[in-house]
């Protein structure tokens, strides 16, 4: 981490690291006694307990959370775990506790605060729908959403045929609808352009 940040790193990104987060927080004690001085950046799919999430306050600076699915019976299909929802619903919560809306810098450069992914998925709009609608009751429609329209079938798609296609522009326009009229007015939408050339109705 001291080595990343002698090379002018932005921030210190910690991907899916649930699994060893003691260790992290031990390393990074040492680290910021060292002159670790870089934003903290956890970045996890949400299926996190909150004794761990409690275990990173005053420690992590920005939460960058995925919200896959809303519905226990498409989690227990597509993620083979029927709890995500409500657990995902707790972790976000416990996030946006500890750090609040996104910060940005002079720079643009994100400093502090919670960043919401959602990759909108062909045919499950109403997915999208109710994540939305929670993220605006339950934290505000003032977070930072990024909403990811890049889905494309790999691995074991194949198996579900109704997800086994790419995304539309259409559905993705939809979902970017959704967001506005909720009231939501930070939107990562940043690959519009890309998406406008890949996604096809």
């Known amino acids: 981490m001291l080595e990343l940040q002698k090379k002018g790193c932005h921030n210190i990104n910690l991907v899916s690291p649930s699994h060893q987060v003691y260790q992290i927080v031990e390393s990074l004690e040492s680290a910021f006694n060292r002159g670790l001085f870089l934003p903290i950046v956890y970045n996890t799919g949400s299926y996190d307990k909150l004794e761990t999430l409690e275990a990173l306050e005053g420690i992590v600076d920005i939460y960058l959370a995925d919200f896959k699915l809303w519905t226990p019976e498409l989690c227990a299909r597509y ?3 029927r709890d995500y929802p409500e657990i995902a619903r707790k972790a976000i919560k416990e996030m946006y506790r500890q750090v ?3 910060v940005l810098d002079e720079q643009g450069m994100a400093r502090k605060g919670l960043i919401v992914r959602h990759l909108v998925m062909p045919g ?5 729908e109710k994540i939305l609608a929670f993220l605006k009751e339950e934290l505000s429609p003032e977070i930072y959403l990024n909403l990811m329209g890049h889905y494309h079938p790999a691995g074991k798609a194949s198996d579900f045929p109704e997800i086994n296609r790419p995304l539309t522009k259409s559905e993705y326009e939809e979902a970017l609808k959704l967001a506005k009229d909720l009231g939501f007015s930070k939107i990562d939408n940043t690959h519009r352009s890309l998406l406008d050339l890949l996604l096809l109705d």
Do not use: C, I, Q, R
């Open 79 to 81: 993620l083979g775990a």
């Open 100 to 102: 609040g809306d996104l």
């Open 124 to 128: 499950l709009l109403k997915e999208t």
